[in-house]
């Protein structure tokens, strides 16, 4: 479902997604701020900063720091009011990637069932993923699909029998029967998805990209209890007063937070990304 961007399709956008788990919208970007956006990455491409697999996925995290564009898009006030209404809180960056299929035509690229909220959980659930589509993607582009209504399941197990995470749903085994969405359409339209909205994405099966810029927001008072920590972390998207540092559970209990800002600080580097903790 594909929205203009006025205040009264932003309303019936926020009702479709507390519905659905996920939204489209289709005129968020201007035909030049789009082309400012494909510029940037471009440039970030051949100069080594953002990368593109052949055959597997390469990690293109923090990309706010790639380009001051990046930075700016993150902050783009039409984004940033559309991810505030979906919350319905005080909003900040939670992390910022470049997400590409490999180029490798056939069979590479697939992602499996899953939920974001298991890879890094916080003390609540306002969270979303906006994702802005870089190319134009039909059925062999190996697109998002949602299942819509599941962000209302709560979180699922993404843990396998060892004990280990497994970087999919393994709390059912029932999601390819179910009926999901499938996100196709033009270079350029920016979608929205609730943190625990199953999704999926089939390998690439046609020549060429599929490139994904995903900002993730969240609420100021959801706070961050396990996964990695970006350097991006906590980036601020929008004006608020200064208040104090908050965490908010699903009952709505809250506690005062202490620290630098009430942010995690790691003295000893352990909490690094890419860093296990002995």
Same mark, same amino acid.
């Given at each position: 479902?594909?929205? *203009?961007?006025?205040? /009264? $399709?932003?309303?019936?956008? *926020?009702?479709? #997604?507390?519905?659905? %788990?996920?939204?489209?919208?289709? !005129?968020?970007?201007? #035909?030049?701020?789009?082309?400012? +956006?494909?510029?940037?990455?471009?440039? *970030? +491409?051949?100069?080594?900063? &953002?990368?593109?697999?052949?055959?597997?996925?390469v990690s293109n995290n923090d990309i706010v720091f790639a380009d001051a564009r990046f930075e700016a898009l993150c902050r783009h006030p039409k984004i940033v009011t559309i991810a505030r209404k979906l919350i319905g809180h005080p909003i900040e960056l939670q992390h910022a990637k470049f997400n590409a299929k490999p180029l490798k035509d056939q069979g590479a690229g697939t992602v499996r069932w899953h939920q974001d909220y298991p890879f890094y959980p916080?003390?609540?659930? !306002?969270?979303? /993923? /906006?994702?802005? @589509? +870089?190319? !134009?993607? !039909?059925?062999?582009?190996?697109?998002?699909?949602?299942?819509?209504? =599941? @962000?209302k399941w709560g979180?699922? /197990?993404?843990?396998?029998?060892?004990? $280990?995470? *497994?970087y999919e749903c393994t709390g059912r085994l029932d999601l390819d029967d179910l009926p999901s969405t499938l996100i196709t359409g033009p270079a %350029?339209?920016? =979608?929205?998805?609730?943190? &625990?909205? &199953?999704?999926?994405?089939?390998?690439?099966?046609?020549? %060429?990209h599929r490139r994904f810029v995903v900002f993730q927001y969240r609420a100021v008072d959801a706070v961050q209890m396990a996964g990695v920590v970006w350097r991006c972390n906590g980036m601020a998207v929008e004006e608020r007063s200064?208040?104090?540092?908050?965490?908010r559970f699903p009952d709505g209990a809250t506690v005062e937070l202490r620290g630098l800002g009430g942010r995690l600080f790691d003295m000893a580097g352990r909490l690094a990304p890419d860093r296990p903790a002995p």
């Amino acid at each position: 479902m594909a929205h *203009a961007f006025t205040a /009264s $399709k932003i309303e019936q956008a *926020a009702r479709f #997604h507390d519905e659905n %788990g996920f939204v489209v919208f289709s !005129d968020i970007l201007s #035909h030049e701020e789009f082309a400012t +956006l494909r510029a940037a990455v471009d440039v *970030a +491409l051949t100069e080594g900063r &953002l990368r593109v697999g052949e055959g597997d996925f390469v990690s293109n995290n923090d990309i706010v720091f790639a380009d001051a564009r990046f930075e700016a898009l993150c902050r783009h006030p039409k984004i940033v009011t559309i991810a505030r209404k979906l919350i319905g809180h005080p909003i900040e960056l939670q992390h910022a990637k470049f997400n590409a299929k490999p180029l490798k035509d056939q069979g590479a690229g697939t992602v499996r069932w899953h939920q974001d909220y298991p890879f890094y959980p916080h003390t609540n659930y !306002d969270m979303v /993923s /906006s994702i802005v @589509h +870089l190319d !134009d993607e !039909d059925e062999h582009a190996g697109p998002v699909r949602f299942i819509q209504g =599941s @962000h209302k399941w709560g979180p699922l /197990s993404h843990v396998a029998p060892d004990g $280990k995470f *497994a970087y999919e749903c393994t709390g059912r085994l029932d999601l390819d029967d179910l009926p999901s969405t499938l996100i196709t359409g033009p270079a %350029g339209q920016v =979608s929205f998805h609730h943190c &625990l909205t &199953l999704h999926t994405s089939a390998p690439k099966r046609r020549p %060429g990209h599929r490139r994904f810029v995903v900002f993730q927001y969240r609420a100021v008072d959801a706070v961050q209890m396990a996964g990695v920590v970006w350097r991006c972390n906590g980036m601020a998207v929008e004006e608020r007063s200064p208040e104090p540092r908050m965490a908010r559970f699903p009952d709505g209990a809250t506690v005062e937070l202490r620290g630098l800002g009430g942010r995690l600080f790691d003295m000893a580097g352990r909490l690094a990304p890419d860093r296990p903790a002995p």
